[in-house]
T-cell receptor
Framework: GENVEQHPSTLSVQEGDSAVIKCTYSDSASNYFPWYKQELGKRPQLIIDIRSNVGEKKDQRIAVTLNKTAKHFSLHITETQPEDSAVYFCAASLASAGGTSYGKLTFGQGTILTVHP | EAQVTQNPRYLITVTGKKLTVTCSQNMNHEYMSWYRQDPGLGLRQIYYSMNVEVTDKGDVPEGYKVSRKEKRNFPLILESPSPNQTSLYFC????????????FGEGSRLTVL
């Protein structure tokens, strides 16, 4: 089955700096890669996702890059703010032929990001 | 309001006493799944369901059962709970539409003594 490794497990940055979280996956058939943010005591929420037919996707201060050959993808947060402090999870899945619904979804171990004011 | 509702939110029980964690969504989503969250291990999928009467194992299904008799409900059953099932459990659903976004419930913290 799929195995997703996420690094680093903790990341501490100063406000305004950039943060990068990296994930590798094992199943070359995986084609859908979402990122979730979980604030303390809250439920995970989707912040960005990417599909295997795209190499990079941006949404304001966050971006995700995908290297299918190397089987790794990364989350980039620029101009970090204290409210970015949370646990971030990457995940990998094999989406259906329509590129949407999926079955097994394997998450990474999570990265605790702390942004110091 | 669109939501995924889990009950109970908190439960302390004893080894071997059967329990059910309910999950209900009001978004007419086809896909539903259960995860457990443990420190350092992230979110691990227990079971998922692509539609009514269609369920399949995730990565850690041992000790759990599920059923999907109705589209909106996806209960998680622990027939004989053990202390290693002490965890934070999340139910989630998705429409399977273009976004693929998972909507999570608020979580159920289970302690098995």
């Amino acid at each position: 089955g799929e195995n997703v490794e996420q690094h680093p497990s903790t990341l501490s940055v100063q406000e305004g700096d950039s943060a990068v979280i990296k994930c590798t996956y094992s199943d070359s058939a995986s084609n859908y890669f979402p990122w979730y943010k979980q604030e303390l005591g809250k439920r995970p929420q989707l912040i960005i996702d990417i599909r295997s037919n795209v190499g990079e996707k941006k949404d304001q201060r966050i971006a995700v890059t995908l290297n299918k050959t190397a089987k790794h993808f990364s989350l980039h947060i620029t101009e970090t703010q204290p409210e970015d402090s949370a646990v971030y999870f990457c995940a990998a899945s094999l989406a259906s032929a329509g590129g949407t619904s999926y079955g097994k979804l394997t998450f990474g171990q999570g990265t605790i990001l702390t942004v110091h004011p | 309001e669109a939501q995924v509702t889990q009950n109970p939110r908190y439960l302390i029980t004893v080894t071997g006493k059967k329990l059910t964690v309910t999950c209900s969504q009001n978004m007419n989503h086809e896909y539903m799944s259960w995860y457990r969250q443990d420190p350092g291990l992230g979110l691990r999928q227990i079971y998922y369901s692509m539609n009514v009467e269609v369920t399949d194992k995730g990565d850690v299904p041992e000790g759990y059962k599920v059923s999907r008799k109705e589209k909106r409900n996806f209960p998680l059953i622990l027939e004989s709970p053990s202390p290693n099932q002490t965890s934070l459990y999340f139910c989630a659903s998705s429409s399977g539409s273009d976004t693929g976004e998972l909507f999570f419930g608020e979580g159920s913290r289970l302690t098995v003594l």
